[in-house]
């Protein structure tokens, strides 16, 4: 429990998954400058699970008002229970507030917990609502904006690096499960996640089918399909496809438990999405592949991760497909469709092809 003498330092950052992930450096940095700090950081009840056993907080505080995004749940629905979670901030007299959200509605929080000092991004006009005001770049990775956050407050940022923790229990569970699914300790676990939040923006499925088939031809092994639940019927047809079949765990498993598969995998191919940022966390060896979105923001952070990426004269766009470009004949943007799959093989071979098993010639 904290103290009256202690440093109350509240941290805005709520959300999604991969800003949830990319928040950690961050963290990790202040509780280094802040030793004996009571840390409080506010986020997404769905999100913080990627951050479970966390050791640079004392305290995660659940917001989650009604959004348009597919992970809100609604809780802070009424204006009585957006008043009440005020007064709880309010009542633990936070000396500090960091904003990493960039909205209006976020500073206007930060101002009504009555902190004296709030430190956050000069964005959409609030910043009469801050005490230290930061300027946000559009040509930097998310990851070094947030730190530019510090960095204004005059607190010294000393690493980058994405993290993540597994407990045994999980880990167990990845062993359990794999060896369920016929999956030997020596097999190469190869990670497939075709999917992504707008499936229009993501690389056609014939693609991923045809790097799964060539990753097990090349290497043996076994690949895994990663997916959600609203997955489930393009992952059956994926299933058909893929020779071996795939270990399938396409929504039927939870965060955690995904986060512990893909510790056991050799290699992560992905669309820009959250379990790319996941992958990266755990230090799974990946590559990404972007379309419509740069990935100069909010692409994979971390030393073993590649990303494939066409920029058109529209890139970055608005992704209101297709306003800005025609679709392909198979209905994706030029940006993503003209990425092709020895584009991608071959960033697989320079990232991990030393180290997977080649199959041997019968």
Known sequence: MKSE?????????????GDTILTVPFLRN???????????????PGSSEVVKGIPYVDELISWDPVTIHADSRGTHRTLAAKLAFIRELRAKRFDKVYLLKRSFSS???AWLTGAPERVGFDTEGRGFLLTTRVPYRHDRHEVQNFL????????????????AWLSPEEERFADEYLAACGVSPDEPLMAIHPFAANQIRAWHEDNFVEVANRLQQLHGGRI??????????????????????????VGTTTLRQTMALLARCKILVCNDSGIM???????VPL???????SPVKFGPWGKGCRVVYSEFPCSPCKQKFFTECKPSPRGKPECVESIT?????????????????VREKA
């Open 148 to 163: 530019d956050v510090l960095r204004a407050d005059g607190v010294r940022v000393e690493d980058d690096h994405l993290e």
């Open 277 to 283: 940022h996941l992958g990266a966390a755990i230090g």
């Open 107 to 109: 500073a206007i929080i």
């Open 224 to 249: 895994i399909l990663f997916g959600g639940g609203r997955d489930g019927d393009i992952a059956a047809q994926l299933r058909e496809r893929i020779s071996p079949e795939p270990v399938m765990a």
């Open 30 to 44: 202040l509780r280094r400058a802040e030793p004996d700090a009571y840390i409080a950081w506010v986020v997404a």
């Open 5 to 17: 003498k202690q440093k109350n330092i509240l941290v805005l950052r709520y959300r999604f998954i």
């Open 341 to 357: 799959v020895r584009r991608v093989m071959d960033e697989i071979e320079i990232l991990v092809g030393g180290t997977l098993r």
């Open 287 to 293: 590559v990404a592949i972007f379309g419509p979105q």
